[in-house]
């Protein structure tokens, strides 16, 4: 557990842009009185054994007219919790745990403003995070309407356990703000919350699942999946191949089932749930269901392979991503059953095979989570419809194009042209990514 810090600080001066009067007084009336949490990455992702992640942003003070402010604060929290109720030989058990994970604190100060001078034009206004002590905490501050910003960020540690909500407990993060006001006027607040996800590095997930053994000097089976880990609502591709020892073996046919087992724990007491959330059937894994006569000499040298699809269930409360925390584990198994018949004695036989799959968040579906590098090809413009839907998710509903509209041509599925139609560049777009930290600001 990270127990609770000093508030964080550091020494920048605030820095001041100005409006003219007329446009900002139009602006104020628009403005309401609140805190907004503008973050730069929407969704945190540890990938691999990475050693940490920023987590940044800003925290914005909108002001419709001069309001006094005693001060400005915010916390990152993680907390996760286990409650479970057992009812042994009529006797009723609650076990319940609960555990800080992770507490930050930040606080802001706006600098004194002497109420006899403040202007007829708002401030739109970036300040330093600084530490206050506690007379500055007591000091009113009058602050002229417009709208504040205090940039933060935090340094989170790559061993913090993923965010999860399942039936019988929970990882939770969140960001809370509020900004105090004299007297019995009610605080300005804002509370966020903060998904983190924890997904393989790319060498280890791309190793995939190779589970090939024999059975029984009967068949020798091999079953591929070309990755360790899946999104929940993606399909994993399976591969399956068997090799006969004998003739006339009958296949009647293959079941899989994936099952999701979840421990959790509290007062050194461990509750174990089992339960089957997706199955597939195959009725004609071979056709014909009979792995056809050979010769003697070819006897453990054909093969019969299929290749097939199994649909993960999309993300809802039946079914939660794998994860390792300090209360709560769930690890999924994907379970083969295939069901043969042997030629003498007409004799049935059930092989099960199993192998551990790592599920992570649907919101990993599919994605590079790195923005393209400036230096990279014409591709990677910021009109680019791949560049806008990896900026998207990174940079969340910031990531706008604010440079120039291309059109990639009669083929819109064509994401690397080699060239566009650009009404900033002319034919030919040369545009390069922009500066991604200035546009998060923006």
Known sequence: MTTPSQPSHCSTQPQFDEQAPSSSKQKNKNLKNELVIKLIEPTIIFRGDAPGVFLRGDLILNLNKPTNIKGIEMEFVGKTKTFWVSDVRHERNIYSEKREIISHKWQFIIPQVNESSIPEYPRNSIFSIKQ??????????MVPAGTYTFPFEILLSGNLPETINADLGHVQYRLFAQAHRPGLLPKLTKQIDIEIIRVLSDDVDSEGIVLSKDYEDILNYD??????????????????????????????????KLLENTVYRAQNENFEISKVVATLVIENLVQNNLLQEVNEEDIGNTSYQSNFNFQLPNCNNQIHYSCNTPLIDIKHVLEF?????????????????ECNINLVSCLAVGQNFTLPKYEESLSFCPCNPEYQRIAKRVLGDIAEDKYCRCNVGADENLLAATHYNCDRCGDGCKCLPPNYYDEAQA
């Open 223 to 256: 079953i591929s999946i070309p990755n360790k880990s899946y999104s929940l609502g993606q399909a994993i591709p399976i591969e399956i191949k068997l090799i006969p020892y004998i003739k006339k073996l009958k296949i009647h046919g293959l079941r899989i």
């Open 337 to 353: 059953y295939i069901i043969i018949t042997l030629p003498k004695n007409e004799t049935r036989k059930k092989l099960r095979i």
């Open 132 to 141: 206050l002590s506690s007379s500055n905490h007591d000091h009113i501050n």
